[in-house]
């Protein structure tokens, strides 16, 4: 509504009233509600990793060093490498672990990092945000970088002597990279 | 999946423990009121409330009948709890009675500190408090909130309502349209994609594409008053329609890009392997579904007529219809369906049923505007696998009516 219109439907408000309250009203612009977020506020929120690994940090880590990070943090939840614990199964049983056929029952229960999981960068984001559980955001990069390289050894993706940083993290190919497909239900009234 | 688990008082069973002989006694409850309670602890009411004064006089807070023991059942993990669809009526979901799923637990959040960072492809980062939140214009919806994991995998016959199915809820939800907040930052028209984040000890984080922007809300308000702790307080995204999940509880960070982010709850969870040994991604919508909530295990019955109660919805829009069998699958009925019918809501279906008093299976199905008609159990697993895992599982589901009144749910396998 311009200045016009508006200043002309004031002057014959008492006659329109029902009228103008009845139509629907244009949003204006801009409410001029919220502020600027700064710089610094967003940094320090701003922790999510895409595939492209374009956000990692700086920093790095080892698999012998996530070894020792593990057993100490993350064994008692999610078992001895990565098997066997009261929580996920992070590890596959063997390098060729199949991706989860949902043509045999209970094979969904098989989602692990090695034949599950489609990206690493997605490894880093989540310990990274999460864990451990008990004390999560509490490991810094190297910690994060350390424990990734592990898992992914463990998994088999990388090798023994790996090191893992935002360069190298970003080039891991995981096994299930093109096992995902888009959401297509809604094409059928049937069910898919 | 959530772990379930037996329900050990039901309203129901509270309501059948009779006043026992033993003498009464005065007992407080968590609220504070007075009651007489009998040895069997249910509270004894006059004889004749006309004769006497009131027990209570007004009150700063109201509370429940000391005789409605409703009940959410939590898991054994404590991450979730269920909502007990057999003990409401209507559509509408009592707030404290919601179904919950969290991932690290519930955040005690102050509002007046808790804020809204929205940045990425945007002309204007903007931060918003919860009270700048409360200036913008609100819009209130009804709707249902689904979780994408509800279905008790392997339900005995002695299954609730509120254990197979109890984690859909429904709710008037409140706050501001996304699209009106999208003004505000000037969202680049080249983003397809934004991340929802909250402020729990998960961090958890999901990406939402565009095509359910038009009708996403950042919600602060549910039923009226602000929304719950375990529902997200101050404010949780609302995708009506869409898996739980995705509706981000205590948000407090959106970014706005060209492509999804692929964090964890969107790749190693709340993903469907499907035949072909692949697995479906980004399936927001929920499926269309009803469940009979009367009667259901653990009533029984008498044979004569009897009302078939249940509910009905779809992520796809409005509930066309709502039809039940009662002679175990061969014959099916148009139930009447309760007015309003809100778009991806929760809707009230009834069917009149003089039971002969024979063995029987009675079950449900719903039909949504898309055409969609929810499928039997057969046809789900033909279509996605019997190892497809357990989001998106809407399966018709029944109830055993045995000779002699009572009702058990109707065992399937997956296999």
Known sequence: MNKNARSIKMLLLPACFYLVVAQAQ???QTYGIGRTATAAEIAAWDIDIKPDGKALPPGSGTVAEGEAIYVAQCAVCHGKEGVGGPNDRLVVHSADE??????NEDTWRHRTIGNYW?????????????????????????????LTAYLLHLNHIVPADAEMDAKTLAQVEMPARYRFVPDDRQKYREVH | MTDKRELNVTRRAALVGMAGAAGTVLARTAAGQDVQVSGSNRPVAPDDTTKVLGSRWSSDLGQRSPYEALKRVPSSTLSSSESPLQ????????ADLHFERHHAGVPFIDPEKHKLVIHGMVERPMTFSVSDLLRLPAVSRICFLECSGNLYHDAPEQTTAQLLAGMTSQSEWTGVMLSTLMREVGVSPKSSW????GADAAVLA???????????????????????PENGYPIRLLNPGCEGNSCVKWLRRMEFSDSPFMTREETSKYTEPVIGEVARQFSLVMDARSIITYPSYPDTIEKGWIEIQGIAWSGRGKITGAEVCTDDG???????????????????FRHLFNWDGKDTVIMSRAIDESGYVQPNRAEWIAARGPGS???????????RLKAGGDVVYRVEEWG
């Open chain 1, 26 to 28: 244009e949003q204006p």
């Open chain 1, 98 to 103: 199949p991706f989860p056929d949902a043509s």
């Open chain 1, 118 to 146: 489609p990206y690493a960068t997605t490894v880093f984001d989540y310990i990274r945000r999460s864990m451990p559980m008990n004390l999560p955001g509490s490991l810094d990069a190297d910690e994060v970088y350390a």
């Open chain 2, 87 to 94: 003990d409401l009526h209507g559509t509408i979901t009592p």
């Open chain 2, 194 to 197: 934004f991340l929802a984040e």
């Open chain 2, 206 to 228: 999901r990406s939402i594409p565009k095509q359910f922007w038009d009708e996403a809300m950042i919600v602060y308000a549910q039923n009226g008053e602000a929304v719950r």
């Open chain 2, 330 to 348: 061969r014959s099916w009925a148009q139930a009447v369906l309760q007015e309003p019918v809100f778009s991806k809501a929760h809707v009230r």
């Open chain 2, 389 to 399: 895992g357990p989001y998106h599982r809407n399966p018709i589901t029944g109830w």
